[in-house]
Structure formats: structure tokens, C-alpha cells
């Protein structure tokens, strides 16, 4: 269980997380059970020395290794043959889905469709020679591919921001309401064409930020908060804490990667 920011402006990405941590049992035939979370997780990690950075949410381990852990072992393994030449970030992205999966594969093969713990991961920045920013979204077990974020339009960048894990407080503040508004109009009997209309005009709830002139000091301070919302939710609600402690965040530029905030040990 996690909350992660990813902001694209023209000056770069600055991705954000918490820093708890749950930590989930599979059946084979039941649901997940969350055994414990714990406050101090590493969620965003810089790859090799490269201007990228992935974040990750969901289950924290595949099998009896955290995420973080099976990135180190890519990054020595697997990235220096792939940026030997001038290297795409689809590719790296690409590779590192292949390597996930086949970890994840193996430890939940034998688990019933649809009962594996999911595990997602946002992997951002600049391919070797780049100047815009790229982000790939990966959901194990649902995807077969990397899934491009806000592509490139006729030559230009999009920019935006996007969040992954525990998003409903965001999704209220930021859009102007939830997914579960959709699902009550249905309980209600309404029309779907109806719905489909409404989702339409919702779109002008949404708050209008302009992030194509945004500077990164900027977008520092908006994940932070989008981040201590959520993290606030989970405080003040009933039910377990399963979003909060430490903020990491770092900003992502061509040139390089760089920690604005991340976990000491004590």
C-alpha cells in the first residue's frame, strides 16, 4: 500500500512517495492478508547513475524479495549491457518489466488468476541524448507490456501528473470526485449513456494547473502536498495506517538525478 506522485513540467520530473510498506500473504485459493506495514520503506530509487527513477507501489515484495532489492540486483546484472550504446528509456523499461515478471511469475505461478498481489512501478526520465522527459507505467500481474504515459503529441511534450496506489483523497480534491460516484449513479439505476455524459462534463470540476511553465521548485512543493493529503487521510480515518511516515522525493533532469529528500538510518 503506497501513495506515489510522478510531476512532468518542461524543466523535468520530480517523483515523490511515502514510505509505508505492507507487507501481504497469498493463498492459493484466498484473497491477500496484510501480515503487518512497516514506516520506513524505500519506494523511489534512482537506476544505476542514469537521469531515471522508478517508484513502486502495492505489494512490497515478490516472494521473499522487496522491490528495491530485485532493482539492485537488475542494476548489476542486466543495465550495464543495455547502456553500452546510446540507450532508449523504452528499452531499459522494457527489459526491467521482463526481469519483474519472470520474478513474479515464479514466485505466484501457482496462484489462482486474479488472487496475486499487485505490484506497480513508474519508471521516468530522459533516454540517452534526450531532452524530454518520458514516463512508462508497469502493473504486475495485468499487463503484458509497458504502458506509456502522457506520449508526445505531433514532436512536443505532454505534461502532467499523475499518482498511483492510495489515490481516492487525490482523486476528490483533484478531479472533484471519486470512483465510487460512478458506481452509486449505477446502484441508482441510472442510464449509462447518462453516466457517460456526466464523466464529460465532471472534466470541468478538475483543477486547472498549468504545468507546461512550471518550475521544478514548484512541483517539488505540489507533490509534496498531493503526497501529505492522502497521508493525512489515512491519519484522521478509520481503518490501518497503511499510507505514511517520511517523504522521499527526487527531481529528474537530462543532465542527471537528484535526492531533494530521502531516509537516513539512525
Not at 508497469?138 to 496506489?165: K, M, Q
Amino acid at each position: 500500500m503506497s501513495i506515489v506522485v510522478c510531476i512532468k513540467t518542461g524543466e523535468g520530473l520530480v517523483l515523490a512517495a511515502d514510505s509505508v510498506v505492507a507487507i501481504e500473504v497469498v493463498g492459493p485459493a484466498g484473497p491477500q492478508v496484510i501480515l503487518n506495514t512497516y514506516e520506513y520503506a524505500r519506494k523511489l530509487s534512482h537506476i544505476g547513475n542514469l537521469p531515471i527513477g522508478a517508484l513502486t507501489w502495492g505489494n512490497g515484495l515478490i516472494g521473499k524479495r522487496n522491490i528495491e532489492s530485485l532493482l539492485s540486483e537488475f542494476e548489476n546484472a542486466v543495465l550495464p549491457e543495455l547502456i553500452k550504446e546510446p540507450y532508449k528509456l523504452e528499452d531499459i523499461v522494457s527489459t526491467i518489466f521482463n526481469f519483474m515478471k519472470e520474478r513474479y511469475e515464479k514466485a505466484y505461478g501457482s496462484v489462482q488468476p486474479g488472487q496475486g498481489p499487485v505490484i506497480g512501478m513508474l519508471i521516468a526520465g530522459y533516454s540517452s541524448g534526450g531532452f524530454f522527459p518520458e514516463e512508462y507505467r508497469l502493473i504486475l500481474p495485468t499487463h503484458n507490456a509497458p504502458e506509456r504515459i502522457r506520449p508526445d503529441e505531433g514532436g512536443n511534450p505532454v505534461y502532467g501528473a499523475s499518482w498511483h496506489g492510495q489515490i481516492d483523497a487525490i482523486q476528490r480534491l483533484y478531479k472533484g470526485y471519486d470512483h465510487l460516484l460512478g458506481r452509486i449513479l449505477i446502484e441508482k439505476g441510472v442510464d449509462k449513456k447518462i453516466i457517460e455524459e456526466l464523466q464529460k462534463d465532471l472534466v470541468k470540476l478538475e483543477w486547472p494547473i498549468i504545468y507546461d511553465g512550471m518550475p521544478l521548485q514548484d512541483a517539488i512543493d505540489l507533490a509534496e502536498y498531493l503526497i501529505r493529503v492522502v497521508i493525512g487521510r489515512f491519519r484522521f480515518l478509520p481503518g490501518p495506517p497503511i499510507c505514511g511516515g517520511d517523504i522521499d522525493i527526487a527531481v529528474i533532469t537530462y543532465k542527471e538525478f537528484t535526492w531533494v529528500r530521502r531516509k537516513k538510518w539512525q
